[in-house]
């Protein structure tokens, strides 16, 4: 009995902490908008409030939960703590997709690029499985390792591409993630990935023997190619959704994920929460961030996870070589 209550109070301090740093973004930007005006329906800044805040924050939540729980379903479908979709080049297959839609349909709506992205995407993250699964030596740095030396080389494939057909700069506006632009009426596709997290949640039981291994989950009767397939589609459609509708979320997979684990175990299914809740909670502070540091300039979310996900990782590596 005390230990659920413990729980219970531990998520109450979570809801608390979420829901008072989403509620003061709302009031933070160029615009001046308060309280007061919300409450009387001043037309100007209620307008504001319901068209660019509101719709800004549900992104951001969305995304930021989104990437966490794709993060964690890599790490245990490849055994590997330090494998996201930004390591294992993920991000740099859905940047080329995107490109090769903005290239084939210039008029496209954005599901056709979140679909052209997904194709691209999925098959590029089974191609780094498929690398990874002819490594004999399954050191945990090394793995990383070639997820980014392949999404270096897709990412310059990219490049090369967008100079041939001079779409540099629409390519270039993918590469770092920005809230700044999320309207009402363009960010509603990211709602799509609210399913996929409810998919993993069913199938956090299989992820987690998954993450067994692949003799291990065979032996106890987990079809185990087949929740990989699961985890690879859910990875990659969320990747390609935050793309089209968002950028570039760096390392939001990748950390996030670690600090849960390390505080609360490898099953997936007791962390899921967590994960999604402390993704949501970083994204959203790192958004805000970005419209304080320069104000009244903003600066991208991409930059500030960035050199924060960066230097968390290292951290990782650090304390990874200490403890092996």
């Avoid at 009426?185 to 039981?205: H, K, Q, R, T």
């Amino acid at each position: 009995m005390r230990i659920l209550s413990k729980i219970f109070a531990a998520r109450v301090w979570q809801w608390i902490l979420l829901l008072s740093a989403a509620v003061g973004s709302l009031f933070i930007g160029v615009a001046d908008v308060s309280l007061w005006d919300i409450l009387f329906a001043d037309s100007e800044r209620l307008g504001i409030f319901l068209v660019s805040r509101v719709p800004r924050l549900c992104s951001v939540l969305v995304a930021g939960s989104s990437l966490a729980i794709s993060g964690l379903i890599m790490q245990r479908i490849t055994r590997n703590r330090f494998v996201s979709p930004t390591t294992a080049g993920t991000m740099e297959w859905c940047r080329l997709g995107v490109m090769a839609a903005i290239i084939a349909f210039p008029d496209a709506p954005a599901i056709l690029r979140v679909f052209v992205a997904f194709a691209v995407s999925l098959f590029g993250t089974s191609l780094f499985l498929t690398f990874v699964s002819r490594i004999e030596a399954r050191s945990i740095v090394v793995v990383p390792l070639v997820g980014m030396m392949l999404g270096g080389v897709v990412n310059a494939a990219s490049t090369f591409f967008a100079y041939q057909y001079d779409v540099v700069q629409n390519v270039a506006s993918w590469l770092q993630g920005n809230f700044s632009l999320i309207i009402y009426g363009n960010y509603e596709l990211l709602y799509l990935s609210v399913p996929f997290m409810i998919a993993a949640y069913l199938y956090a039981d299989n992820f987690t023997i998954a993450g067994m291994g692949k003799g291990a989950a065979t032996s106890l009767g987990l079809n185990h190619a087949g929740v990989v397939r699961v985890g690879l589609v859910i990875v990659s459609l969320v990747s390609s959704i935050t793309i089209v509708e968002a950028g570039n979320i760096p390392f939001v997979g990748l950390i996030v994920p670690n600090i849960v684990s390390m505080f609360k175990g490898d099953n997936v299914k007791n962390i899921l929460f967590d994960t999604a809740w402390l993704g949501a909670f970083l994204v959203l502070l790192c958004d805000v961030a970005g419209r304080l540091v320069l104000f009244p300039y903003e600066v991208p979310i991409g930059v500030i996870l960035s050199v924060i996900g960066s230097a968390v990782f290292l951290a990782l590596l650090l304390r990874g070589k200490r403890h092996a």
